[in-house]
């Protein structure tokens, strides 16, 4: 700091540091100031509109009495207005007459994705496409039949296949023999397959019993599917599935999900998404299936 100016004319406060670093007096351009004081504007009307300055027990409420709540709870009365219609009819109709109604179908199809999502994909997957162990929903193979009031019983009341564990019937090489069969899909005219008994549960042409969701043995969908398919089939044979008897037996329990988990109507719409998802089988189709072959 000095006390004469070393730069005279020149519009600075006479602080000087360096012998040239200098403090200067211009004042600030238009358009900063313009800004400027448009921003305090802005501000202080924001504040008086909008909910803002804390107060001691409580905060001002601006003047518009606007909330963010209550504009949500504007916004969800909309939907439901929407929705009401939809919802009121589901209320009343059964799956079938859901699924059999095009309007309100696609709307169960848009509006219980969140229900599968929170409910099933952690399972199934998010689209239904099945996870290692868990069966895919999306496609037309049924383990416990795939028609509308098929898929109903099977969420409500939930499933729990069981297949008795063979290794203590079986010799390794009928195992061998067994599973081979499976594999190339001829089972049904593998003798072992009748004389050990698993024709009681996988039906003569092996196709598997809807009621007892036994697995369709010929058609190279796998429950338990395997990047060692014949390894997983051997497993299956050995360890069976639900097996109490058999420590290593395999574990494959669909929850119960009636009984107040989840509503009636929350689980009639699952049934008609699931349904929808790309597999559900027509009443007609799904008798026809029991005797001739799905592909
Ligand atoms: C804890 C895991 C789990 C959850 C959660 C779950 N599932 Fe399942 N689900 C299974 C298993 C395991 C099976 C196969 C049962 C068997 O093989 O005996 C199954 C079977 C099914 C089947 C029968 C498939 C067929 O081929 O017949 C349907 C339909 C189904 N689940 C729908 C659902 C829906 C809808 C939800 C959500 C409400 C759901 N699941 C939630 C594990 C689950
Ligand atoms: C008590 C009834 C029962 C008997 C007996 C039985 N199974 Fe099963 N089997 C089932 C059921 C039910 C499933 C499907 C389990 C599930 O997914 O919950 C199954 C599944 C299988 C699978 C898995 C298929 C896949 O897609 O991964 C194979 C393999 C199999 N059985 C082979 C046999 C053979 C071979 C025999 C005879 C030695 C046999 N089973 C006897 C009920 C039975």
Redesign the pocket.
């Known amino acids: 700091m000095s006390e004469h100016n070393p730069f005279p004319g020149e519009k600075n406060s006479g602080h000087v540091w360096d012998d040239n670093l200098r403090e200067l007096l211009n004042e600030p351009p238009t358009w900063w100031r313009i800004g400027f004081h448009a921003s305090w504007i802005f501000v202080v009307l924001y504040t008086l509109m909008y909910p803002s300055w804390p107060l001691i027990n409580t905060h001002f409420k601006g003047v518009m009495g606007w909330t963010s709540i209550e504009e949500y709870k504007q916004d969800m009365g909309a939907i439901e207005e929407i929705r009401a219609p939809f919802e009121d009819k589901i209320k009343t109709l059964s799956s079938a007459d859901i699924l059999a109604d095009e309007e309100l179908s696609n709307y169960v199809v848009r509006s219980a994705k969140v229900l599968f999502g929170d409910n099933c994909a952690a399972c199934h997957g998010s689209g239904g496409q099945g996870n290692v162990n868990f069966p895919v929903l999306a496609d037309d193979d049924w383990?416990y039949g795939g028609t509308i009031t098929d898929i109903e019983t099977t969420i409500a009341a939930g499933r729990?296949?069981?297949?008795?564990a063979?290794a203590a019937m079986?010799s390794t090489g009928e195992i061998d023999t067994?599973a081979n069969a499976?594999i190339a899909g001829n089972?049904a005219s593998e003798p072992l397959?009748a004389e050990?008994?698993?024709i009681?549960?996988?039906g003569a042409d092996a196709k598997g019993m809807a009621m007892?969701?036994?697995?369709n043995?010929t058609d190279g969908?796998?429950?338990?599917?395997s990047a060692d398919q014949l390894a997983?089939?051997k497993y299956?044979?050995a360890h069976g599935?639900?097996d109490a008897s058999d420590a290593q037996s395999r574990n494959?329990v669909m929850p119960v999900f009636g009984g107040g988990k989840l509503s009636d109507t929350e689980i009639k719409k699952l049934a008609v998404y699931v349904h929808k998802l790309g597999g559900g089988l027509q009443v007609a189709d799904a008798t026809e299936g029991a005797t001739s072959s799905t592909p």
Do not use: E
């Open positions: 383990l729990q296949g069981m297949m008795t063979h079986l067994l499976i089972i397959y050990k008994g698993c009681g549960c996988h007892m969701g036994s697995a043995l969908i796998w429950r338990f599917a997983s089939v299956t044979i599935v639900n494959a």
